[in-house]
């Protein structure tokens, strides 16, 4: 597996503390850089941020770690993590998709429960896409995924219907929501997350008291105790990422069986990559 990591930087700044020529100008006031995760250059930024931080600002505005996996290191892993990457708006709530609060926890927003189909104006489902998501976290299916789903025999998940709202009202629509009903997967504490790699929230201004939240962000690849596994094809993690904010809500990390896995690749499914999950004892 090779990382690399991915950093977008105010322009100034990066002219006044970077090395010339490092990193590609997105507009005139943003840069991207893209450096190997052991790259030293990593490091130094991370100083630079930290040194900014103290101040009250930022160095750099956005980071993410972007994995790359051979055809054998993805094929004899028995999870992965599906990571979507197709994204779209309005979200269900703005289509008028009814929600029940009362059991939603006050500290973190995780234990909304959907009370209705899930309406959305699915002309913004991106195109030639199986599976998106929107900002909230709701998932879709293209109706080939489906089937294909179907006929595999793939345990784990149901599909229910989303409904199209349109400028006459509701109707009926082809995408499906996927639902997961298996047991969650015990997160194992070999699960890095935090604010940043620089940043690991040491103060728990994203973790929930009541023990809801990894984090606010995944820093490492995905650990999981193998024990709570029940051997379904579509799994989701017991703890959550991310935040409640507007209509951004937490989401547990979704995985995949190599069954799974092998059902999507043969149909070329699109709107996801997959990174390897590890199993590890209760202990790891």
């Known amino acids: 597996m090779r990382e690399t990591v991915e950093f977008r930087i105010d322009e100034g700044l990066a002219q006044k503390f970077l ?11 943003l840069r991207r850089v893209v450096l190997p995760a052991q790259d030293k250059r990593v490091q130094r930024i991370g100083e630079i941020q930290r040194a900014h931080r103290k101040k ?19 094929g004899s892993a028995e999870l992965l993590d599906l990571v979507i990457r197709a994204y779209f708006e309005p979200t269900g ?8 609060e009362s059991t939603t926890c006050p500290d973190c927003g995780v234990g909304t429960r959907q009370v209705s189909d899930l309406i959305l104006n699915t002309r ?10 929107t900002i909230a976290g709701e998932i879709v299916l293209s109706p080939r995924l489906v ?7 793939l345990r784990g998940a149901v599909f229910r219907p989303v409904r199209h709202l349109g400028r006459k009202g509701l109707e009926p629509s082809e995408w499906s929501q996927l639902v997961i009903t298996s047991k969650p997967l015990k ?29 606010l962000n995944q820093l490492s ?28 809500r937490p989401e547990p990390r979704l995985l995949i069986s190599q069954k799974l896995r092998q059902v999507l690749v043969g149909m070329k499914a699109k709107g996801f990559e997959c990174e390897v999950a590890h199993l590890t004892s209760s202990g790891d």
Not at 19 to 29: A, Q
Not at 94 to 99: N, S
Not at 147 to 153: K, L, N
């Open 147 to 153: 089937q294909a789903c179907r006929e595999s025999g």
């Open 221 to 248: 690849e995905l650990y999981v105790e193998r024990k709570s596994w029940d051997g379904s094809d579509w799994v989701c993690t017991d703890k959550f990422f991310g935040e409640r904010r507007g209509e951004l």
């Open 56 to 74: 009250g600002e930022f160095f750099f505005i956005y980071s993410t770690v972007h994995r790359y996996y051979s055809a054998e290191e993805l």
């Open 187 to 215: 997160l194992s504490a070999s699960t890095v997350s935090g604010i940043n790699l620089f940043d690991l929230d040491e103060a728990n201004r994203h973790r929930c008291p009541k023990g809801h939240m990894a984090g």
């Open 124 to 133: 913004r489902i991106p195109k030639g896409k199986d599976i998106a998501k």
């Open 19 to 29: 090395e010339p020529g490092l990193g590609t100008p997105l507009s005139d006031t």
């Open 93 to 100: 709530s703005m289509c008028g998709t009814e929600y029940d």
